[in-house]
Each structure stands twice: as structure tokens, then as C-alpha cells.
């Protein structure tokens, strides 16, 4: 992908630059979601990352379909690009000597492997950070490395159900619901992302390492901080209220004549402003009303007088009124329209995968930085698809190669196996 800076590295980014992580190498031998997610956001920002997956099956991810795409998962798709990959089998003892040949070579170390599985490996935070005391260790988990939970396994579902997260979701009166995208995941793949930044920072300074401990549950509890905040302060333990119960009032979704909207008053400046866009001029000189606490405890006769005005006209109608106004206010969007938002386009959000004719799509990270104008964006790999390019780059012979692929200890795919080019 050629650049500004006139060279094909796909991680310089215009005149005279580079990315902010250009010359970091990442091993990556997390699967599914939230450490494939984190290492991602490395590799938009200018790191080497090579994927380590296990030969024939790879990446948990890989399989998850449908929806699929010539054979390709669009969720493997949506958190695997500008990666390489190298099919080692950990289960042998060459494969392992493979692995700390690369972590010898490497900066950060990304892994979700239980907890329990680790010793056997010999690949606990303890083991690896003796051998290689310069690695950025990232562990990734279910509920973390300490506690009596350890051990358990974890995955999105678990977390937002152990961490109170569903229990605040969900309409008001019904079940509670889980947010229903891979919410834990992406939000333990930034924190992640965070993490592992700020110690390379230090590495690159001091040449030390670390251990950066990242869980699902965690990480889902950071979600709520606000909510547990509150109820440890006093306030009644949450239910399911279909987003009508916010600290502040108003800020919910309303139907009105053909749709849902929402509006977000944030203050009581806007407060004013939306009562005079709506015609609720007797509710702005309510003095019961004149603050948030007083819409707060009023908030169930305050919402049936809004709710009754807002059902009569569409919902166009009023997000024009209301943008006039200065009201923040949005219409409750599908995908379909989501994926043709203007601002949404004008952002460049949504990123083709190179060779698949805008038929599989990514979403671009969400960060923009000047040194970055254009994202990288290079397809997912094949399974196993730089095996070869990174055990030369790490000084194997091609001897010692063809051993370790005749041994099974690492594989790669066959010189004419058909796999899209970006």
C-alpha cells in the first residue's frame, strides 16, 4: 500500500513520518475476540503484529459463520487485519522452542489462554517474563490472573452477566438482556490496547518489562462505574428501565409519529431550550423542574407530558426543530442506516477488506491521529499464510525449516493454495 511517504511499508503514513508503534513486534497468540481486538488497534497504529494459530484449525474466529464470505468469517474478518500469520503447534516441544525463537525477537506478547492451561505450556506470566525480562507480557482472561475465579473460563456473555451489566439492560419491567454486540471484548481489547501502550512507552525508555493483566470482567465493571458508583452511594440497586433511567432527566429515547428518537438534556440550559423548541413553556416555569434533582423526582409526570407531545408529528420534524434549538437529539438508527450516515461515511468508518469487493467490511479504530491520515488497512492472513517469512526472519535456515514443517511443529499453506491478494 503506498503511502506519502513514497515507500510501500504499509505502517509510514505521510511525508517524512511514520506510525506511532512502527518497529514494535507483537506476538499475538490470543483467539476469538478481545485480545485479536487488541492487538488490532497495535497494528492500525503501525505494529508488526504476527499471529500465532494453531495449524489446521487457527483462530476460534475463523469458523464463527455465518455470515462467511468466499469462505472467510466477517467477525474473524472485523479483528484481524494488518496481521501475519504462523500456523506453530504449542503441544510440541519444537513448537514451543519456535515460539520463544520469536518471543526472543519481540516487544509485547498478547495471549488469552485459561490461566490453567499456562503451566503445562510452560508459558505463565513467571516462565515467559524470566526467559524474555524485557517482554511486555498482556494476559487476557475471563476474570483475571488473581482471585479464587481464576481458573474459570470466560467469555463476553459471562462477563456482562457476572459484572451487573445486564442487569441494568433490557426493557423496563422484562428479563435482563446482553448489550447485544461483543461489548465486553472490544472494550478488553482497548483497555488492552491502553495498557500495553503505556509500557512500551517505559520498555522503549528503560528496557524493562511487564505484565499487563486485562479481564472481561474487569473490564465490564469499568463500564459501570458510574452505576456502582451510585448505588454504593445510596441510590435504589438498578433494574431493566428501556434507558429511562438515567441521572438525568431528560435523557431517554421517545417515540413520536413514525419513530423513536432520543434527546439528551445535559443541563438546564438545554432544559429551557427544549421546552420552548416543543412548545412546553409552562414545564421550563415549573419551579418543581427548574434543576435536574426536581426532573429527577418528577421525571414519570415529565415524561408522559413530552411523550404526549412528541406523538404528533414525525420523526424528521422534530430532529429539525430540536437541532435548531441547540437540543442534542438523534434518531434511533438501524444498521442500514448507520452504514450510509453521512458523517459515518465522512469519517471513513467503515473499511473494505482489500480483495473482496466491498462485499466484507471492517470498522476503523476508533482514534484518528495526524501522523496517520490514511488507516492501514491490509486483509486478514490465511491461515498460516507468513509461517515461512517470519521463521527466516527470526534466522532459521531453510533447512531447519522444512524440518519443523515435515515435523508438523509449524505449517504453512501450499505455494498454490488460492487466497486473496490485497
Known sequence: MKGRCGTVSSTRT???????LEGLRVIDMSTSYAGPTASMYLADLGADVVKVERPRTGDDARWWSPPSVDGASAWFASANRNKRSVAVDLRSGDGIAVLHRLLAGADVLVENLNPSKLAPLGLTPDDVRARHPRLVYCAMSGLGLTGPDAALPG???VAQARSGLMSVT?????????????LSDIVTGMAAALAVTAAVVRQRATGQGDLVDVSLLDSDLALLAPRVAAYLAGEPEPAPSGGTDSVLAVYQPFPTADRDIVIAIGNDVIWRRFCAAVGLTALADDDRLRDNA???AHRGELIAAITGVLARRPAAEWLAVLGDAGVPAS???????????????????????PGFDGVLNGVRSPFRLASI????????????????EVLRQAGFDAGAIDGLLASGAVAAPAPTAGRRVS
Open 294 to 296: 426536581g426532573r429527577r
Open 331 to 353: 434518531l434511533v438508527q438501524g444498521l442500514a442506516e448507520v452504514t450510509a450516515d453521512p458523517q459515518v461515511v465522512a469519517r471513513g468508518a467503515i473499511l473494505p477488506v
Open 155 to 157: 467469555y463476553d456473555l
Open 170 to 182: 433490557g426493557p423496563a419491567g422484562g428479563s435482563p438482556q446482553r448489550v447485544s454486540t461483543a
Open 373 to 388: 491520515p490514511e488507516p492501514r488497512n491490509e486483509r486478514f492472513p490465511e491461515l498460516g499464510e507468513h509461517t515461512v
Open 14 to 20: 505521510g511525508a517524512g513520518c511514520q506510525a506511532p
